[in-house]
């Protein structure tokens, strides 16, 4: 596709739900990344993929968290039993290459999850 | 560890010259990044840096020094539309990009 896209967009949920949120990354890039951003703070590292693999999953916060990726394309964010300190922005990244910073990352649009 | 420090706001009038400065705090060191992101909307790429020195582009321009550990966003002939968050992001050894807390720059007219 053109860019990165997201989905939803906006997920409002109770709490103790699941919910799972889905990034599709631009077609080609091997690398993958998903952050948090909470309001009004800086973006949070949560898991990067490289291929269908993750190097670094050292940023979810808690076992309740979980990422896949298929195929070399679409991702899904998984969150178990969510809690409201889990109501935040989920940004998703893809890169051409391994290493993140060396070449551009090109954001999505975003889920915005409420936990009521 | 690895930590980034930027200021948390910055308010200049239009037409003016602005410098963000970053300074870091990282394992391993490949490059300093700087994205843009507007309100409600995502981080843009703005600039990369992996050498030290000055690299320009536009308006733009973003600065690194290595052995400083220290880096700055420049951006000059200031535009309403210019306001918005900027992140300075390294990159360290593990390849993956750790973000600062943002700089929210505020042009007045």
């Known amino acids: 596709g053109a860019g990165v896209s997201q989905s939803p967009s906006n997920k409002v949920t109770e709490k103790g739900k699941d919910v799972e949120l889905r990034c599709d990354p631009i077609?080609?890039?091997?690398?993958l990344y998903w952050y948090r951003q909470s309001l009004g703070q800086g973006l949070e590292f949560l898991i990067y993929?490289?291929?269908?693999?993750?190097?670094?999953k050292s940023g979810l916060p808690s076992d309740r968290f979980s990422a896949e990726r298929t195929g070399g394309s679409v991702s899904t964010l998984t969150i178990q039993r969510t809690q409201q300190e889990d109501s935040a922005v989920y940004l998703c990244?893809?890169?051409?290459?391994?290493?993140?910073?060396?070449?551009?990352?090109?954001f999505g649009p975003g889920t915005r999850l409420t936990v009521l | 560890g690895q930590s980034l420090e930027q200021p948390s706001e910055v308010t200049a009038v239009e037409g003016a010259i602005v410098q963000i400065n970053c300074t870091y705090q990282?394992?391993?060191?490949?490059?300093l990044s700087w994205y843009q992101q507007h309100d409600g909307g995502a981080p843009t790429f703005l600039s990369y840096n992996a050498l030290d020195g000055l690299e320009e582009t536009g308006r733009f321009s973003s600065f690194l020094s290595r052995s400083d550990s220290y880096g700055y966003l420049l951006l000059q002939e200031l535009q309403m539309k210019d306001s918005a968050s900027y992140f300075c992001?390294?990159?360290?050894?593990?390849?993956?990009?750790?973000f600062g807390q943002g700089t929210t720059l505020q042009v007045k007219p």
């Open positions: 990244a893809s890169t051409q290459s391994r290493q993140g910073g060396t070449d551009t990352q090109y």
């Open positions: 990282t394992s391993g060191f490949y490059g």
């Open positions: 992001a390294v990159t360290g050894n593990t390849g993956k990009l750790i």
């Open positions: 993929f490289q291929g269908n693999s993750a190097p670094d």
């Open positions: 077609s080609g890039h091997t690398a």
